[in-house]
């Protein structure tokens, strides 16, 4: 069975930018969430998605926001981008809502904002 | 709202030695507990998990973890380390019907041949 595939891997953007990163959960699992890691924050949770539904936000600005479609897969997407926003975006599916049944992550999209 | 302390940022430990990573929430209501490695370049992998029951959790990759009420502790364990199992470790702790992970700052295992 595939594992969670985000895409792209890589993204070099520069300040004021948009960016969507995409991530594809791993078949038949229908939630999706989404965390931030960065050195000095550490992992902080953005938000997920159920059945195209988002269930649960972090405390992250309005320019963070996602959305899931209905084969589940979803995008996340970031306005005006900030220095502060470099970080890897790991994204995280599992079979139901909540964290009961295991999240199973991707391997990130590392963003570098210049 | 919850929070998670790893007591130790960087292990080093010898191969073939046990570890032990500690790790303390606070959280005065019903918690999910959770222990998962992040390989270089990796995702995380979730190692172990305790929801209710047994408080002595046993995971993959021969770790174990306790889980101590009184204590508000969550320490992972394995008796013989191998050099495969340097990696970055969080603890995690979720309140029960939550739907998001509250991640501690990670602890640095490194193991030397």
């Known amino acids: 069975k595939a594992g969670v595939t985000q895409t792209p891997r890589y993204l070099i953007k520069t300040r004021g930018q948009q960016v969507t990163l995409s991530c594809s959960p791993i078949?038949?699992?229908?939630?999706v969430s989404w965390y931030q890691q960065t050195p000095g924050q550490g992992l902080q949770f953005l938000f997920e998605?159920?059945?195209?539904?988002?269930?649960n936000k972090g405390n992250f600005p309005g320019r963070f926001s996602g959305r899931q479609f209905s084969n589940s897969r979803s995008e996340m997407n970031v306005s005006t981008l900030e220095l502060g926003d470099s970080a890897l975006y790991l994204c995280?599916?599992?079979?139901?809502?909540?964290?009961?049944?295991?999240?199973?992550f991707g391997n990130g999209t590392r963003l570098t904002v210049t | 709202a919850q929070s998670v302390t790893q007591l130790d940022s960087q292990v080093p430990v010898f191969e073939e030695a046990p570890v032990e990573l500690r790790c303390n929430y606070s959280?005065?209501?019903?918690?999910?507990l959770f222990w998962y490695v992040q390989y270089p370049n990796q995702g995380l992998q979730l190692l172990l998990k305790?929801?209710?029951?047994?408080?002595l959790v046993k995971g993959i990759n021969g770790f174990e973890a306790e889980f101590n009420k009184s204590q508000t502790s969550f320490h992972l364990r394995k008796p013989s380390v191998h050099i495969s199992d340097t990696a970055e470790y969080f603890c995690?702790?979720?309140?029960?019907?939550?739907?998001?992970?509250?991640f501690g700052a990670g602890t640095t295992v490194t193991v030397r041949a």
């Open positions: 995280a599916s599992s079979l139901t809502a909540g964290v009961r049944d295991p999240l199973h």
């Open positions: 078949s038949g699992h229908r939630s």
């Open positions: 998605y159920f059945s195209e539904t988002q269930r």
């Open positions: 959280s005065s209501v019903s918690v999910y």
């Open positions: 305790y929801l209710s029951g047994s408080t």
């Open positions: 995690a702790v979720s309140l029960s019907g939550d739907y998001k992970l509250s």
